[in-house]
C-alpha cells in the first residue's frame, strides 16, 4: 500500500573492520520537515546515502513505499538527496560546470521544475558557466540547494545546505525552504551542524551520535523535555528529583544542570527552593545529549 | 537507462565536435605546409594520426567521463544498471563517432591530396571494432580507477601495456616473416584488421570479459 513513507529497519553500516552505523531504524513521514542533527562523523551522510541507495549497506533495509529502494528506479524517481559537492574528481579538479549539473538534473529528475532552477539561479546570482572547481564553498552549496529545491521530488534531502553560506544567504536559504514546503508540502531532510537557525524550521528531528540514533520525534516535544535549572548544588539536586541530569556545569558554588524531565514535575520541586529555570534551547538540548559527560567526569 | 544514455549522449556529443575540429584542423594545417610533389606522404600522415588517435581517444575519453559522470548520475537517482546500460549506449556513440570522423578524414584526405584510401571494406570495419575494443578498455579503466582508486588504474595499465606488447609482438613477427620490416608493418596491421571473422570472434569475446568487469564493478559502487 502507498504511504510515501521512507523507512530504514536495523541498518548497520561497516567501513571494513569498523561498524559505523549500528542497527538504525527510523520512518520518515510524508509532509514534514526533518533536521537530522548530529556531531561531525556521526554517521548523517552515510545514513543518508544508504537512504537514497547511492551507499550499500550490511544488513537491514530501507524501503519507500513498501518497495525496496536498491536499485528501484521508480522510488529513487520520488528522492532527491543533494549532496555536498567536491571540488576534485579522481583525475583532478572538477570542471564540471554549474550549468551542467542543472542540465543533468534536468534530465534525471522527472519533476524537476526548470523555471524556479532559473529563478533560484538567478536570486543566489550564481554564475553557471563557472566550473565547481572554481565555486567558493557557498556557491557549491547553492548549487546543491537550487538542486534540491528545483528536483521537485516528494522526499528532498539536503546534506550540510548551509555550509559555506554566509548568515544572509542562509536566511534566504531557510525562507525560500519553508515557502516551498508551505506550497508542496514534501518532505524534506535536512542535515547540519548549524542547529540554532535552523531549530525554528524542523518540525521533527532526527539526533544521530555515533551511529546510533538518540532520539527520533517532535522537535517541539524534544526540546520542552530539558530545562536548565542554575543554584545552590543542594537546592540544584532537591530539584531534579525524579528527572534525569543529562549535563553539569559547575561554577564555583553555582552548578547549572541540564535536567530532562516533565516541567510540571520540576516546577512541583523548585516551590520555595532558590533556583532559577531556564528553557534549553535545541541547540543547548543537543550539546548536553551529545557533548559528553558530566563535569568532573571527564 | 534512456535518461543516462541522452545524459551521456550529450556529453559524447561535445567530445565529437571537439574532435572533428581538431581534424579539421590537423588537415588544414597540413594542406598549408605541404609542397604538391609531397601530397602522398602528408596523406599518409594525416590518416596515420588519425588512426592512432581514433585508438588512443576513446580510451581516453571513456576513462575521464566514468569518474566524473558515474557519481554524478547515481546521486541524481539513477540505478546502477541503468547506468550502465546507458553507458553503453553512450559508448557505442562515442566509438561510432570516432570511426566516423575517422572515416571523413581518410575521405577528405583522398580528395585534397588525390591519395587512395588506406582503409576500407573490411580493415576499415576492422578500425571501427579496434575503436570500440578501446572505448571499452577504457571504460573499464574508469570503473576500475572508481573502485581501487589510481593504484588500480595504474596495475591495469601494466596489463593493458603487457598485451598491447604481446600483439605488437605478433604483428612484428609477421612483418619480419615476410622479409621487409619497416614497409610490410602497416600492411600487416592492416591484414590484421581485414581479417573480420578473427578480429570480430576476438573483439566479441573482449568486450564480454569487459563488460563482466564492468558489471561486477559498477553493482556495488557508491557513491562518496
Given at each position: 500500500m502507498k504511504n510515501g513513507v521512507l523507512q530504514a529497519e536495523n541498518v548497520v553500516k561497516r567501513y571494513g573492520k569498523k561498524e559505523?552505523?549500528?542497527?538504525v531504524s527510523l520512518s520518515i513521514r510524508p509532509g514534514r520537515i526533518y533536521g537530522l542533527l548530529g556531531r561531525n562523523g556521526a554517521g548523517k551522510t552515510t545514513l543518508l546515502s544508504i537512504l537514497t541507495a547511492q551507499n550499500t549497506l550490511d544488513s537491514g533495509s530501507v524501503t519507500y513505499d513498501g518497495e525496496?529502494?536498491?536499485?528501484?528506479q521508480k522510488a529513487l524517481d520520488?528522492?532527491?538527496?543533494?549532496r555536498e559537492l567536491s571540488p576534485m574528481l579522481l583525475f583532478g579538479q572538477?570542471?564540471?560546470k554549474a550549468k551542467e549539473y542543472l542540465r543533468a538534473a534536468s534530465l534525471y529528475?522527472?519533476?524537476?521544475?526548470k523555471d524556479y532552477a532559473d529563478r533560484l539561479v538567478s536570486l543566489f546570482e550564481l554564475?553557471?558557466?563557472?566550473p565547481i572547481y572554481k565555486l567558493s564553498k557557498g556557491m557549491m552549496s547553492m548549487v546543491t540547494i537550487i538542486l534540491a529545491l528545483a528536483s521537485r521530488a516528494p522526499v528532498t534531502i539536503l546534506d550540510?545546505?548551509?555550509?559555506?553560506?554566509d548568515v544572509v544567504a542562509r536566511e534566504q536559504f531557510y525562507r525560500l525552504l519553508l515557502a516551498d514546503y508551505e506550497q508542496t508540502r514534501r518532505t524534506f531532510i535536512v542535515s547540519t551542524h548549524i542547529i540554532e537557525e535552523a531549530a525554528g524550521v524542523f518540525e521533527d528531528i532526527i539526533l544521530i551520535d555515533k551511529g546510533r540514533i538518540l532520539e527520533a520525534g517532535s522537535c517541539a516535544e524534544f526540546v520542552a523535555q530539558f530545562h536548565l535549572v542554575t543554584g545552590a548544588e543542594a537546592d540544584v539536586a532537591r530539584a531534579c528529583e525524579?528527572?534525569?541530569?543529562?549535563h553539569e556545569e559547575r561554577l564555583g558554588r553555582s552548578v547549572t544542570v541540564c535536567a530532562r524531565g516533565d516541567g510540571e514535575r520540576l516546577r512541583a520541586n523548585t516551590a520555595g527552593l532558590d533556583v532559577d529555570v531556564e528553557a534549553v534551547s535545541l541547540q543547548k538540548a543537543f550539546v548536553c545529549l551529545t557533548g559528553g559527560q558530566k563535569e568532573g567526569e571527564a | 537507462m534512456i535518461r543516462t544514455a541522452r545524459y551521456l549522449s550529450w556529453i559524447v556529443w561535445q567530445y565529437l565536435f571537439s574532435l572533428a575540429g581538431m581534424g579539421a584542423l590537423l588537415i588544414g594545417f597540413q594542406v598549408l605546409i605541404t609542397p604538391p610533389s609531397e601530397a602522398e606522404f602528408a596523406a599518409g600522415r594525416i590518416v596515420g594520426m588519425a588512426f592512432s588517435t581514433a585508438l588512443l581517444f576513446p580510451t581516453l575519453l571513456e576513462l575521464s567521463m566514468l569518474p566524473a559522470y558515474l557519481p554524478l548520475s547515481l546521486s541524481m537517482g539513477v540505478t546502477r544498471r541503468g547506468f550502465f546500460w546507458g553507458a553503453q549506449v553512450a559508448k557505442l556513440h562515442l566509438a561510432l563517432g570516432i570511426a566516423a570522423i575517422f572515416e571523413l578524414m581518410q575521405i577528405a584526405t583522398q580528395l585534397i591530396f588525390g591519395s587512395p584510401a588506406l582503409f576500407y571494406g573490411r580493415s576499415l570495419a576492422g578500425v571501427c571494432m579496434g575503436i570500440l575494443v578501446c572505448a571499452a578498455l577504457g571504460e573499464t579503466l574508469g570503473f576500475v580507477g572508481m573502485r581501487f582508486g589510481r593504484w588500480g588504474i595504474t596495475a591495469m595499465c601494466v596489463l593493458i601495456g603487457l598485451l598491447a606488447g604481446v600483439v605488437g609482438g605478433v604483428i612484428g613477427f609477421m612483418s619480419v616473416s615476410d622479409g621487409n620490416e619497416a614497409g610490410v608493418l602497416l600492411d600487416s596491421v592492416i591484414g590484421l584488421l581485414s581479417n573480420t571473422s578473427l578480429l570480430g570472434a576476438v573483439v566479441l569475446a573482449l568486450m564480454l570479459v569487459l563488460a563482466g568487469v564492468d558489471t561486477a564493478l559498477c553493482r556495488r559502487f557508491t557513491v562518496r
Open positions: 559505523v552505523l549500528h542497527g525496496n529502494v536498491w536499485e528501484n520520488e528522492i532527491c538527496f543533494s572538477n570542471s564540471i529528475y522527472p519533476h524537476w521544475d554564475d553557471v558557466k563557472k550540510e545546505p548551509v555550509a559555506g553560506l525524579g528527572l534525569t541530569v543529562v | -
